[in-house]
Each structure stands twice: as C-alpha cells, then as structure tokens.
C-alpha cells in the first residue's frame, strides 16, 4: 500500500523538465523522449560540444528508494563499462538539483511500438525472424559480456536507418549462469536472470511483430497464436523454444543457426513469407 501511494503522489508531484532547462550548467533541453519505469529521457545539446545527446533523469519515486538508486547505478555502470554495436555510448554522468542523470548517444528513429500502432507497420515472417536476428547479435555480445537485458519489448528496440539498437537497461543484471532456478522463475521465465529471460522476451517481441500482419475473423473465437498465425512449421518451433513450450535455447548462436535456416527455407518455397 506504501508503495502505491508513494508512487501515485510521485506522479502527481514529479514534472519533467520543460525545454530550454539547462541541466548541471551544460545540457540544454529540448524535448522529452520518454518516460520509463526508472528515468526520464531528454533530447539535449551539450553546450560545451553541440552535440544532440540522450539524458536520462532518475524519478522521484526511485530516488528515494535505496533500491531504486542502485538498480540506476546498475544500468549506468552496464553503459559505462559495455563496448557493444547496438547499445547507445555511454558520455558521462551528474547530478541536477539532487536528481541523478546520465547522458548517452541519442538514438535516432522509431521504435516498433511506434511503427505498429502509430504507423501501421506490419510485419511478414521473414521481416519478423530478420528483425529478430539482428536483436540476437545484440544480445549475443551482452550475454559474452556477463549481462542479461531482461526486458527486450516493442518499445525498447529501436530502428535507426538500417541499424537496430536495444534500449533501456534498467532491469539489465549481471547473469547467474549454472544457478538453481526456483519455481518462481520457472513460471515467470522474463524475472530469470540468465539468458532465458531474453530468449522468452525475444520470442513475445516476434509474435508481437508477427501480429501487426493479423487479420482477425470476425465473429471467430480468439485462438491460440499457434492456431491464429499463418507460420512455417520451422518458425513455430523457434517460437516454442524461444517460449520454452517445447525445451529451451543455451544460446544466441544457437538461435540464429536455425533462424538463417528458416531463411534460407522461407527463399526457396517462398511460403508463408
């Protein structure tokens, strides 16, 4: 109940900075890009550089929450210390009137929430599995690095020209490989924190690209995606595995192994693509 309350009053009393605030002296805002579970995200100038950066401002619910500092601390530390294609730079970090923020590459484009809901985007299986294929070589360099990404969603991949970039590493964790997993993280796969959490989160974000392309019937009875989904048998199988309906992934190559298999499959009878 205290934790709802205190993260109701923080709505209600937390405005985000308004453009043309100068943060620590240095960044210039010009708009906010968005609002997560842990910060704010401002489009600045760096005044000393001129250069168009991301700034993003712990909220006021986490800064009072020792947990919440750290698992900012946390995220801010991944950047520093990753040397990965596909996760923003990391520029350096401060404080603003006592609130904490970093500053990071400002990643231009949209990501695929906003191609679905707000441009119409739909994706075919191929575009879906290529798509998804390029989240893996992302992920793949995180996991080699000990980190586990732990929320891979819509709203945290973004397209930038014909580059893809993973966003947002506040749920990120350093990975528990070979750990007993409890009956917990067996029923909620996304809370794991080893590679199974971005393998089960990889495999929502797919079938959430596969149903941009879905064309209910109407007056039909919701199905199961298995059912709803016009999918090669070769795609099904990813999916399950990557869902761990039907055994699981050790690993990104693993998954790009038969990923490019089902490319490769998908040209040559050129079905259900």
Not at 43 to 56: P, R, S, W
Not at 102 to 121: C, P, T, W
Request: include cysteine.
């Amino acid at each position: 109940m205290l934790k709802r309350l205190v993260l109701f009053l923080s709505y209600i009393l937390e405005k985000p900075l308004p453009p043309g605030t100068i943060v620590n002296g240095r960044y210039n805002v010009i708009s906010l890009l968005g609002t997560g579970g842990y910060g704010h995200t401002y489009h600045v100038i760096d005044e000393e550089t001129g250069k168009h950066m991301a700034l993003k401002a712990l909220r006021l619910h986490k800064r009072i929450s020792r947990k919440g500092r750290a698992g900012f601390d946390r995220e801010k530390e991944f950047l520093q210390e990753l040397n990965t294609e596909g996760i923003p730079d990391y520029f350096g970090s401060g404080e603003h009137e006592g609130t904490p923020y970093y500053v990071m590459e400002l990643v231009k484009g949209k990501n695929f929430e906003q191609a679905i809901f707000e441009d119409g985007k739909s994706f075919q299986e191929d575009e879906a599995f290529k798509i998804a294929f390029e989240v893996l070589t992302i992920l793949d360099s995180l996991h080699q690095q000990g980190i586990v990404h732990r929320d891979v969603r819509i709203p945290n991949v973004i397209l930038s020209g014909e580059k893809i970039y993973l966003l947002d590493l506040g749920l990120a964790e350093s990975a528990s490989y070979g750990k007993k997993r409890n009956l917990f993280t067996r029923i909620h796969p996304r809370k794991e924190r080893n590679q199974q959490a971005d393998f089960y989160g990889l495999g929502h974000f797919v079938l959430f690209l596969l149903y941009s392309s879905y064309s209910p019937i109407p007056g039909q009875k919701e199905r199961s995606w298995e059912e709803e989904l016009n999918l090669s048998p070769l795609a099904k199988s990813i999916l399950k595995k990557l869902l761990k309906l039907d055994g699981e992934y050790t690993s990104c190559t693993e998954v790009q192994s038969e990923i490019k298999q089902l490319l490769v499959e998908g040209e040559k009878k050129n079905v259900n693509i």
